[in-house]
């Protein structure tokens, strides 16, 4: 199992808006460069791609709730 | 009627700002901060503070409810909304009122009119004030537009009547592109909105950014002169002065006792911005909208008048008169505010919303710096980047911007990364000191390089 981390601190969002499906769910496969989610970091949105491949387990932040530099947000099985 | 308890309904440096102001007056503060905020430093300053909810700014500085709700359990008689947030909110200014607490600002019906684009078009110009010159109205069709364009003069701009994010406008620089582009963008309209109505008004070309700050106190108003903010980018404002040097006396008076006629047509309380774009070609500037509020920038108005902008609001919204009368406003020397920003100009000006490691404020005669920042503060990712103001006051512009690039030197904020290299570069950049500048340069100048690490 990996982990995918946040790269700031900010609100995290799993989906592009908020009546859009998540970015994954789980089963889904997840390729390098996949976008996993958002960050909302002081009124910008940055978008958090995948730096692992594998496939989609489970998102483990909450949407729409702060996170830290380096928090898990989501797990990839090998 | 005086206040005696003021609630502070907003964050960062200027809920710093105005609880100085209001401690100065005799005041008891009431800071309301959101669980994201709970160590800054308007808690720690203010005599009292209250927890409005959580870090998000909808569920804590814009939830209404909240806030109203906060200072009635606190017992505030007043409420100062700063700038952003709820500051230009009818609805929650209403909500205040009916309260029964003074809201720190105009009336709710003020915030109303004002903020509506074509009602405030229409005060101003039946105040007098100079609006862009345009059709009065809707227009049907090609003929009606080039009648107007004949009347206004080239280049002018076509836009949807029924518009709304940049969808449906042309510019035409003579009738022959008009009777090109007018289709085109009625065409455009028409698809977009389900409305083939124009409107065409006159092009401002290199525009300006001049604005009057004024402020009244329901019966009087008075003016304190203008500033200049034509360094932007992303319609943000980077550096602003006061006052505007590419303005000529006469045009300086005729703008500023027009902004006091305005305010006075619609018996303004607080303090209050109009906002103009000025072309220097034709020496003609055109009124664009007015803020009901303190806006980011009033310190360098602050700093070549003497007089503490946020205090006078205060007190008026109080019910008091304006402790000035207009020939007591004097204008001396230049100042120079640049925004401090949590961001990373080498990169695209990403969000960077570290910790304060170290901190080193310039001193010095003609030098304040408005923040709120201290060692060991976590700036909070969940608000917008401004983490201070640098404000410099020279006897001219040229003194100012030598001021400003010693301050700026004298400056340091370790463990962030913020927008100071920037405004070295602008300090040291031939074209800001010629003055020669409009709201489109400074994205040019990045776009072409100008940035570079070496050269700030």
Known sequence: MAHILSPLPGTFYMKPSPEAEPYKTPGDPVRVGDTVGLIEVMKTFIEVKSEIEGTFTAYVAEDGHPVTAGQQLADVAD | ?456
């Not at chain 2, 901190?359 to 923040?371: A, N, S, T, V």
Request: negative net charge; hydrophobic residues 40%; proline residues 4%.
């Open chain 2, 1 to 456: 009627m005086g206040i005696d308890r003021l609630l502070i309904a907003n964050r960062g440096e200027i809920a710093v700002r105005i609880i100085r102001a209001a401690q100065s007056l005799g005041i008891t503060t009431i800071q309301a901060y959101s669980e994201g905020d709970a160590d800054m430093m308007a808690v720690k300053l203010a005599d009292e503070s209250i927890c409005i909810g959580p870090a998000k700014a909808s569920d804590s500085y814009l939830n209404i409810d909240k806030v109203v709700s906060a200072a009635i359990e606190t017992s505030a008689g007043a409420v100062h909304p700063g700038y952003g947030f709820l500051s230009e909110s009818p609805g929650f200014a209403r909500a205040i009122e009916q309260a029964g607490i003074v809201f720190v600002g105009p009336s709710a019906d003020t915030i109303e009119r004002m903020g509506d684009k074509v009602a405030a078009r229409q005060a101003a110009e039946a105040a007098g004030v100079p609006v862009v010159p345009g059709s009065k109205g809707r227009i049907e069709n090609v003929d009606d537009a080039i009648a107007v364009a004949a009347d206004v003069g080239y280049p002018v701009m076509v836009k949807a009547a029924a518009g709304g994010g940049g969808r449906g406008i042309r510019i035409a620089n003579s009738e022959e592109e008009l009777r090109t582009l007018a289709p085109q963008a009625q065409a455009e309209a028409a698809a977009a909105f389900g409305d083939g109505g124009l409107y065409v008004e006159r092009a401002v070309r290199s525009p300006r950014h001049i604005e009057v700050q004024i402020v009244g106190d329901g019966k009087r108003a008075v003016h304190f002169y203008e500033r200049e903010c034509s360094l932007q980018r992303r319609r943000q404002k980077v550096w602003e002065e006061a006052g505007a040097a590419c303005l000529d006396e006469d045009t300086r008076q005729h703008l500023c006792q027009s902004a006091v006629a305005l305010a006075e047509a619609v018996n303004y309380r607080g303090a209050g911005t109009l906002e103009y774009l000025y072309e220097e070609e034709t020496r003609e500037f055109f009124f664009i909208e007015m803020n009901t509020r303190i806006q980011v920038e009033h310190p360098v108005t602050e700093m070549i008048t003497g007089i503490d902008l946020v205090q006078e609001m205060i007190r008026v919204c109080g019910g008091q008169d304006l402790s000035v009368t207009q020939d007591e406003v004097k204008r001396n020397g230049h100042a120079i505010e640049v925004r401090l920003n949590a961001e990373d100009p080498f990169m695209q000006f990403l969000p960077f919303p570290g910790k304060v490691e170290t901190l080193k404020i310039p001193e010095g005669d003609g030098i304040r710096f408005d923040h709120f920042i201290y060692e060991g503060y976590q700036i909070p990712p969940f608000y917008d980047s401004l983490i201070g103001k640098l404000i410099v006051h020279g006897a001219d512009r040229a003194d100012a911007i030598a001021r400003m690039a010693a301050a700026l030197n004298g400056l340091e904020i370790g463990g962030l990364k913020t927008t100071i290299p920037l405004h070295k570069a602008l300090a040291a950049d031939p074209t800001v000191a010629s003055g020669d500048f409009h709201t489109q340069w400074l994205e040019a100048w990045l776009d072409a390089g100008n940035l570079k690490p070496e050269n700030s």
